[in-house]
């Protein structure tokens, strides 16, 4: 569960059009950020290993609301992710067991800084503009922190949405999320950042 919790966390970000010069995408990137309070997507996920074996594609949807709070699900297996904004629940339905975090323990130089963080990038992460491939505009942003798990973010951009997410861990595995349906500032009920343990779940955590 912690895997996809670790890549979880590093998933979106939203941001600059294709059209933006090289040297001013990051400027680009952390404007869009700082604008950008909630939203929603679908996402497909495949994670390569460092044997260059690749899963099979995991399917689900997002959602998210700075500073804290979002929602990640996987439809298979089936997993979710919730964080109110004080704690973040991970909940593995095939295990029905239930992990429990401070938002701070679950944040802190993570990449979950560039989802439901409050837009202070600078301090967690070191930008470079990553030039254009596959018809993508890129953006990468390394972890200052060298114990978040993840070594390096790619974020992926046609016009202005964010089309693919790339993330490369410590132990050599790779992770490429594509969205889809992206919504930006989007109006979420509050009932998607609430979270309660199912009856008979075995709970570990704060």
Do not use: C, H
């Not at 569960?1 to 090289?22: D, H, N």
């Not at 997993?79 to 401070?102: A, E, M, P």
């Not at 509050?190 to 709970?203: L, Y």
């Amino acid at each position: 569960m912690r895997s996809s919790a670790v890549r979880f966390f590093a998933i979106f970000t939203l941001l600059l059009p294709v059209s933006v010069p090289a040297q001013n995408a990051i400027d680009q990137f952390r404007m869009f950020v700082q604008s950008t309070k909630s939203a929603r997507a679908d996402f497909s996920q495949v994670v390569t290993d460092n044997r260059g074996k690749a899963s099979a594609p995991s399917r689900g949807s997002l959602e998210f609301e700075r500073p804290g709070k979002f929602r990640w699900v996987y439809e298979k297996p089936a997993q979710t992710i919730v964080g109110d904004g004080k704690k973040v629940w991970f909940f593995d339905q095939d295990l029905n067991q239930v992990s429990v975090r401070s938002i701070e323990a679950a944040f802190s130089s993570t990449p979950a800084a560039l989802l439901a963080g409050k837009a202070e990038i600078d301090a967690a992460f070191t930008l470079v503009a990553g030039g254009e491939s596959d018809s993508l505009n890129w953006v990468n942003a390394e972890p200052k922190q060298k114990d978040a798990g993840i070594e390096k973010i790619r974020l992926g951009f046609q016009g202005a949405d964010l089309q693919v997410m790339e993330l490369a861990d410590a132990f050599g595995n790779k992770t490429r999320i594509t969205l889809s349906k992206l919504e930006r500032n989007a109006r979420i009920d509050a009932k998607q950042f609430t979270f309660k343990a199912p009856k008979g779940a075995d709970v570990v955590g704060e």
